[in-house]
């Protein structure tokens, strides 16, 4: 139906070249949104991998906190109040 509409308003002399120019610029726009869109998503992936790693490290460190072992002036302290130990 467009095709009939376009012929009539343009004429078949024009009509090839207003096929061809709008082909033309129906590509270039097809290839610049799957170009933005597989940057966006590799930046997403990218995104995504550094939050992970961030978490891992968050992590990583919270364990080494909990992990605090006592200095040896602070086991001899702690062993005052415990009863010796029987042979």
Same mark, same amino acid.
């Given at each position: 139906?467009?095709a009939?509409?376009a012929?009539f308003v343009?004429g078949?002399?024009?009509l090839p070249?207003?096929?061809?120019t709008?082909?033309?610029?129906?590509g270039?726009?097809?290839?610049?949104?799957?170009?933005t869109?597989?940057e966006?998503?590799?930046e997403?992936?990218n995104?995504e991998? =550094?939050r992970?790693?961030?978490?891992?490290k968050?992590?990583q %460190?919270a364990? $080494?906190? =909990?992990?605090?072992?006592?200095?040896?002036?602070e086991t001899s %302290?702690?062993? $005052?109040? =415990?009863?010796?130990?029987q042979?």
């Amino acid at each position: 139906m467009v095709a009939v509409i376009a012929l009539f308003v343009v004429g078949p002399e024009r009509l090839p070249g207003l096929v061809r120019t709008g082909g033309y610029w129906f590509g270039k726009i097809r290839y610049w949104i799957n170009n933005t869109q597989s940057e966006m998503k590799r930046e997403f992936h990218n995104a995504e991998i =550094l939050r992970q790693e961030t978490e891992q490290k968050i992590e990583q %460190s919270a364990t $080494e906190a =909990l992990e605090v072992q006592p200095k040896p002036d602070e086991t001899s %302290s702690a062993n $005052e109040h =415990l009863p010796p130990k029987q042979p």
